[in-house]
């Protein structure tokens, strides 16, 4: 079984090429934007250019075009290589690689939102979600979370905010997708977008 991995939602891009839960490929960028324009020729880059049985994909929240880049890449390559498709939260992951680097400790995570808010969400010590991913302006974020670790890109932010723990800068990576538990795992990714969209509907 091969798997392959897109994570696009937020500045980063990664992608990565899972056999038997080994990664046998992979890349990440710091791209900042552009990652439809990179997305393809990086997949194309890895081994059988990325071939799979199974397409794992991040769901967000994160940027808005990034998320529905990374899915309508996903579905896509999943139609043509008759594959699976499977979504994870882009918290979740993040939240993985800081339990992998500073070992089992609930952990909360901030990542840049819109608007000047940060996407928040919190971890038990075994990655069991604690709280639903929200886009929170930085003063709720730093009262909504109460764990001495914070992780991702605005973690410093958090810490400053509220004035104590510790914070680590983890951006989600592909590569470490083995490390996300089973549990998080959705058939059929949609994006997840932790806010509600700025385009309102006109009422009738």
Known sequence: MRTLVIDTATEACSVALF???????GDWRMLGRG???NLVPMIAALPDRGRA?????SMG???FTGVRVGIATARALA???SAETVGYPTLALVAAITREQEGAAPVAVAMTGGHGEWFVSRFSAHGTNASPPASLIPGEAAATCPEELVAGNQAAALVAARGFGRAVEVWPDARSFSLLPTSELQPDPSPLYGRPPDAKVAAT
């Open 35 to 37: 990652h439809a324009e």
């Open 19 to 25: 056999a038997d839960g080994a990664c046998i490929g």
């Open 61 to 63: 929240p994160g940027s």
């Open 79 to 81: 139609f043509a290589w």
């Open 53 to 57: 049985q199974r397409i794992a994909v």
